[in-house]
């Protein structure tokens, strides 16, 4: 079955500054990569999502990139705001086989003011 | 409309006890699937609904766990025989069809003492 690794496990950065997060999976017919925020208590809320026959995707201040030949796709939140600290974590789904989302560990972001 | 709703929000049941845990999901939508989430960690796939039939449960650790959605809504999970393990976060989630957009409930907090 589908297997997603995610890295780093903890990433500080400051204020304004970029943080990247990076995926990789193992079935090559998985064919959509959603991420999900998760405050502290909170459920896991869907901030962008990219389907295999795209390369990258932005949204404002958030972008994902994807590599098919590697099986690796990445976050890109710009311009890092306080509020941006959180869990993320990124998912992976094909068409065929387990037809649920198979998600990565998660990555707690930590923005400094 | 109304998001996915799970109840109860916190359950607290001593080892060896059944518990029944509740999701309703986004009105119209076919797909439904239940997580489980300790600390630390990403969700873990349990079962998948499509309309009214489990697609896949695999994910479900053993036979003390059962999941009906008898008329293709409301879906319930069982735990029987409950175990100290089995302490996480119950998350629930719908979507339109098997590979668009998950939206998650709060959850429900399960302690097994």
């Known amino acids: 079955g589908e297997n997603v690794e995610q890295h780093p496990s903890t990433l500080s950065v400051q204020e304004g500054d970029s943080a990247v997060i990076k995926c990789t999976y193992s079935?090559?017919?998985?064919?959509?990569f959603p991420w999900y925020k998760q405050e502290l208590g909170k459920r896991p809320q869907l901030i962008i999502d990219?389907?295999?026959?795209?390369g990258e995707k932005k949204d404002q201040r958030i972008a994902v990139t994807l590599n098919k030949t590697a099986k690796h796709f990445s976050l890109h939140i710009t311009e890092t705001q306080p509020e941006d600290s959180a869990v993320y974590f990124c998912?992976?789904?094909?068409?065929?086989?387990?037809?649920?989302?198979?998600f990565g560990s998660g990555t707690r972001l930590q923005v400094q003011p | 409309g109304a998001g996915v709703s799970q109840t109860p929000s916190n359950k607290v049941t001593e080892k060896g006890k059944y518990v029944e845990l509740r999701c309703d999901p986004i009105?119209?939508?076919?797909?439904l699937y239940w997580y489980r989430q300790s600390l630390g960690q990403g969700p873990e796939f349990l079962i998948y609904?499509?309309?009214?039939?489990?697609?896949?449960d695999s994910g479900l650790p053993n036979d003390r766990f059962f999941a009906v959605r008898p008329e293709g809504s409301v879906s319930t999970l069982k735990i029987q025989r409950t175990e100290r393990g089995d302490s996480a976060v119950y998350l629930c989630?719908?979507?339109?069809?098997?590979?668009?957009?998950?939206?998650f409930g709060n959850g429900t907090r399960l302690t097994v003492t």
């Open positions: 989630a719908s979507s339109l069809q098997g590979t668009s957009p998950l939206h």
């Open positions: 079935d090559s017919a998985s064919n959509y």
């Open positions: 990219i389907r295999s026959n795209v």
């Open positions: 998912a992976a789904i094909s068409d065929t086989g387990r037809r649920a989302l198979t």
């Open positions: 009105s119209g939508h076919t797909a």
């Open positions: 609904f499509q309309g009214t039939g489990a697609a896949d």
